[in-house]
Structure formats: C-alpha cells, structure tokens
C-alpha cells in the first residue's frame, strides 16, 4: 500500500535496522524502544488488522510465531523470557495501520497491563 510506512519499510524505501526476515515476516527494531528488545514482526504482505486477514489467518500466525521464535534467539531472550503483544484497533492504541506483533525482552517487564482507576 503506498501510503503504508511498513510497506515502505518492507519496500526497503524507507531504511529499517533489520533483524530477520523470510518470505512473508521482516522483523525490525522499533523506532520508539520500550525495552532493551524491541522488535516489531511485519507481514511483508499489507493488512491492517486481524479481521482482515480471512483466510491467511492461520498461515500468518504461524509466520508470526516462526519469526518470533527466531528474533528470540538472535536477540538471546529465549531463556530469559520475552513478551509478545499486538494492539489491534483504536482502543489498543495501534498507530501504524498495518498489522505488527511487537516482541519486547531483555529486561523484567512488569505486569501486562494496568487496571484504569476506575475498575478498582
Ligand atoms: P502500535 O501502537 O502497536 O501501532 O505501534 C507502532 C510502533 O511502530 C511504535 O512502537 C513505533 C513504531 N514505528 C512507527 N514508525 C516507525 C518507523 O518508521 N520505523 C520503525 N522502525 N518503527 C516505527
């Protein structure tokens, strides 16, 4: 998609510290690191979110898994632990609207997620 920064990245129109790829992930250091690890898992193919994927759902995910089972080893956060997460749509926060798994490691990470005030 031309307007799509990861289809730039996945282009190689826009440069990108690369960690792995194969024919359907490129994995790329985050801009933006939120942990020592910091790795976002892009389908080279353009898709903004889950639903969207219709019948390549299963193959991507298996894709998705491949290369974070890879990216963990090159980064060496196969013992210590690492976490994936997708924010998927408005209220996840997703900014760039072309679906990505984040891998983040190198460090303890915390809890999940925090409570809002609100829900005690
Ligand atoms: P999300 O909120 O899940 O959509 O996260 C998008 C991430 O993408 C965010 O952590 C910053 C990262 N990002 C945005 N633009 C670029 C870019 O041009 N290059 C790289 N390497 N990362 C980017």
Same mark, same amino acid.
């Given at each position: 998609?031309?307007?799509? &920064?990861?289809? *730039? &990245?996945?282009?190689?129109?826009? !440069?990108?510290?690369?960690?792995? $790829? ?20 892009? !389908?080279? *193919? ?5 639903? $969207? ?19 963990? *080893? &090159? ?10 997460? &997708? ?6 926060? $997703? ?18 997620? *925090? ?6």
């Amino acid at each position: 998609m031309s307007d799509c &920064i990861f289809c *730039k &990245i996945v282009a190689g129109d826009i !440069p990108a510290n690369i960690v792995w $790829q194969d024919e359907n992930i490129l994995a790329f250091r985050d801009i933006q690191p939120k942990a020592p690890v910091h790795v976002l898992l892009v !389908p080279k *193919k353009h898709v903004v979110t889950f639903d $969207q994927l219709d019948g390549q759902w299963a193959d991507t995910m298996v894709s998705m898994a491949t290369a974070a089972r890879e990216v963990s *080893k &090159i980064e060496g956060v196969l013992e210590t632990g690492y976490r994936l997460l &997708i924010n998927n749509g408005a209220d996840a926060h $997703q900014e760039v609207a072309h679906l990505h798994m984040h891998l983040f490691g190198g460090r303890e990470l915390g809890p999940m997620i *925090k409570k809002a005030p609100q829900e005690g």
